[in-house]
């Protein structure tokens, strides 16, 4: 008989569990490894995630005074001559007459989807009554043309382009006119195009439009008033920037509402709206800049994103503003809330926020001085541009915890680019590969910590025109050479490795290596 051999209780479950061993292991491994980012591959995003890449009507399309098209905000503001280089979106990258080529090129890269916006100026030309034909026909081929391509559409309604007759007329965002004519605008666009278009933004950057246009006055229609802004021609940038950010959100629920009552039981699309997704860092280790960061992020994404999913403002934003905040009536409130299918945020960089005592002198503040913090913009002004990935996890981090993690989709992330000679032709980009190999990762890693993020579009597909800065910073996947009359596209290696990331290539190929990209 063999001798007796004492064994702990652990021997003995091991001994127990033996057999099984290697599978328990494997789910072991499984179950608690993460996942080797540097190997990912478009397979490892949840099913049906989208990826693509956008632009936008009036920095892409050029066409500016043809086929009935009339002027935006924009177009006047540029041939007013207010960009440093004087340049105007006239032509930009043409897409107008190279749409068709424009789209091979999307399929050959493997996009699974574009953002592009459906220029107001273009297709109902007075802001308001007639269609133009031309205009329709543009965006039904165009949209055809992605369908043929298996390249779904993304279309944004409005993105920054107001017609000018509208400012004229009533001053644009600061009416409440501006909401029923937006809605007309949006109605068309469903009509006419939502057979086809499963995916609709409202507005883009609400957040931003409204400080650029009315509070520092930097951006069409310059609406400021000093010493928040400098040289505007009128405007009040204690009150406006609320005002043209409230009448653009009844406008966005307006428009989902209309979707919702007349189209979405035939055409089953999903509309939201896209936000700008800076992420705001406290300065220094203070507990004044951490609540300053804190209160800069509400007023940034909680101006908008609290009124979607709560109703209304968020409250920091009640008792600072006071009585300059617009105020939701019941049924606006309800019509808000809950107004979308998904949220869209553009996201690039990090602002660092400085508390600011407030100066009780100055009897009214605009928007920074009601945040309480020192103006963030600054440091962009100075090129001081931080844009570190883990910031996107924070911000999907902040949706998931605050917002009741709604559907997100990334609508915009990439990195420009201002060489010293804004026409040079430039093939190499591996910094902007790595720069969104970095956010990909990131994201990735957001998802497995339960953000509900479903899609990712590089900003930009080509190069365009930028706003604010012309042809200096460049964005695009695919360069343009701006001097070229025909506009000649080419592909930067940026363009190469999304490529074979999105015919399942890993995230971060080693370096040199053979690329399928099959342009
Ligand atoms: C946000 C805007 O939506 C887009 O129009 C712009 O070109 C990019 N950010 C880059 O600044």
């Given amino acids: 008989m063999a001798p007796l051999k004492l064994v702990s209780s652990g021997e003995l479950w091991i001994r127990a569990h033996m057999a099984r061993l290697p599978f328990f292991l494997l789910v072991v491994v ?47 503001f540029t041939h007013e001559g207010y960009l440093n280089d004087g340049s105007t979106a006239d032509v930009s990258a043409d897409q107008y007459h190279h749409y068709k080529e424009d789209v091979k090129l999307m399929h050959e890269m493997g996009l699974d989807a574009y953002r592009f916006s459906i220029a107001w100026p273009r297709l109902i030309p007075d802001g308001r ?11 039904n081929n165009l949209i055809d043309e992605l369908i043929l391509h298996g390249i779904q559409p993304h279309a944004t309604i409005y993105h920054f382009d107001l017609p000018q007759v509208l400012q004229d007329e009533y001053g ?11 809605t007309a605008f949006a109605d068309v666009c469903f009509k006419n195009f939502g057979d086809r278009v499963m995916h609709w933004v409202t507005v883009n950057e609400p957040n931003i439009e409204t400080i650029g246009g009315y509070d520092i006055g930097s951006e069409p229609p310059r609406r400021c008033s000093y010493p928040f802004g400098e040289n505007c021609t009128g405007g009040n940038s204690s009150a406006e920037p609320y005002i043209a950010a409230h009448h653009l959100l009844l406008a966005h629920a ?22 700008l997704g800076w992420w705001h860092e406290p300065a220094t280790n203070t507990s004044q800049d951490a609540a300053a960061a804190t209160r800069m992020n509400d007023f940034h994404i909680g101006w908008f994103m609290h009124p979607l999913v709560y109703g209304d403002y968020p409250p920091v934003m009640r008792i600072r503003v ?62 001081q541009i931080e844009s570190p990935p883990w910031a996107l996890g924070k911000l999907l981090d902040h949706l998931k915890l605050n917002y009741e993690n709604p559907p997100v989709i990334i609508h915009e992330n990439g990195d420009g680019d201002a060489p010293d000679t804004p026409s040079a032709i430039e093939y190499d980009d591996e910094y902007r590969s790595e720069f969104l190999q970095d956010y990909l990762e990131v994201l990735y890693l957001s998802i ?24 200096k910073l460049r964005f695009g996947l695919c360069g343009v050479d701006m001097n070229a009359d025909g506009r000649t596209r080419y592909v930067r290696s940026s363009a190469r490795w999304y490529s074979s990331f999105l015919h399942g290539g890993e995230l971060r190929p080693p370096v040199h290596s053979d690329r399928p990209y099959v342009v």
Avoid at 39 to 51: I, Q
Avoid at 129 to 139: A, H, M, R, S
Wanted: aromatic letters at 14%; proline letters at 4%; glycine letters at 10%.
């Fill in 322 to 383: 006071g009585d300059r905040l617009p105020r939701l009536a019941e049924e606006e409130s309800a019509k808000v809330r809950g107004s979308f299918d998904f949220v869209g945020f553009n996201h690039y960089l990090i602002l660092r926020v400085q508390s600011a005592e407030i100066d009780s002198a100055q009897k009214l503040g605009d928007y920074y001085v009601d945040a309480a913090v020192q103006n963030p913009l600054q440091s962009i002004a100075e090129g």
């Fill in 172 to 182: 644009g965002l600061l009416s409440p006119r501006f909401i029923e004519d937006y």
């Fill in 129 to 139: 009554g007639e269609i133009n034909p031309k205009g329709l026909e543009y965006y």
């Fill in 448 to 471: 497995r910590n339960g953000s509900n993020t479903r899609g990712y579009f590089v900003w930009s597909f080509l190069d365009v025109f930028e706003f604010l800065f012309g042809y």
């Fill in 254 to 275: 307006s428009a989902v509402s209309l979707y919702r009552d007349k189209y979405k039981a035939t055409q089953g699309g999903q509309i939201g709206i896209t936000l």
């Fill in 30 to 76: 499984f179950a608690v490894a993460p996942r080797d980012a540097s190997a990912l591959t478009r397979r490892d995003f949840p099913e049906g995630f989208v990826f693509g890449a956008g632009s936008s009507a009036f920095q892409v399309e050029g066409a500016a005074a043809e086929d009935g098209r009339k002027p935006s905000i924009w177009d006047t």
